[in-house]
């Protein structure tokens, strides 16, 4: 709790996951993959301007005309395939309304079986959509850990994730608040090359204080 304290204190709550609602939210967390999120935002706006944010709609549309909307999003031809693959199971599902009155494992594996969804993409639908506490592991927590010498490089996603929900418990707003601020501070700070001169958690990080001197 250390990490999450002294996060919170140097940056305050984040307000995260951005969307106006849980489906939209979900379609993000799709179009995320390996791009930046002004990207992303830049291809839901595209496809609220067409009038076509919903699941209906995305099915509906012609693939090359979905992935020219969500272009800004990079891997676009690819993320069509998958923005529909998943629309197409939202729908046969019953949508969010039903969704949500799934238990969260069963919930987790069916959308894990979707095309192109990874545990990431997942576990950020299920946090963030259906406030489920499934603590979301990413290329910035993995690396904050990494060099706070508190994980191994090769750690798996899985063995990761059980660790973070084992020591924090099953707390979904803390979850949220904690993952927005690793985003945060990966982004800004603890990037591909540090700037540790920045870390508010230099003091704990072997790597940071190497830097530093």
């Known amino acids: ?3 999450y ?3 919170l204190s140097s940056y305050g709550k984040q307000y995260w996951w951005p969307g106006d609602s849980p489906f939209e939210v979900m379609v993000g967390a799709v179009l995320t993959q390996n791009t930046a999120w002004s990207n ?3 291809a839901i706006l595209a496809l609220k301007k067409a009038g076509v944010l919903d699941a209906q709609s995305i099915v509906n549309m ?3 005309r979905l992935a020219g909307l969500i272009r800004p999003s990079g891997y676009f031809n690819i993320k069509a395939k998958r923005l529909k693959h998943f629309c ?3 729908l046969e599902n019953g949508g969010h309304a039903s969704l949500k009155r799934w238990k969260t494992r069963h919930l987790r594996r069916s ?5 192109g969804v990874g545990p990431e993409t997942a576990d950020d639908m299920l946090l963030y959509a259906f406030n489920r506490p499934v603590f979301v592991i990413d ?3 993995r690396r904050i850990f990494v060099r706070l010498g508190l994980i191994v490089a090769d750690q798996g996603y899985e063995t990761m994730r059980a660790m973070f929900e084992a020591m924090l418990g099953p707390d979904t707003a803390l979850y949220n608040e904690y993952h927005a601020l690793l985003v945060k501070h990966g982004k800004d700070v603890c990037r591909s090359a540090p700037r540790c001169a920045h ?4 003091t704990h990080c072997t790597a940071g204080q190497y830097n530093t001197k």
Do not use: P
């Open 111 to 115: 959308v894990l079986a979707v095309h």
């Open 88 to 90: 197409l199971w939202y």
């Open 199 to 202: 870390c508010c958690l230099v």
């Open 62 to 64: 012609t693939s090359k």
């Open 40 to 42: 992303v935002e830049r």
């Open 139 to 141: 290329a910035y927590t």
């Open 5 to 7: 304290r002294r996060l």
């Open 1 to 3: 709790m250390m990490v």
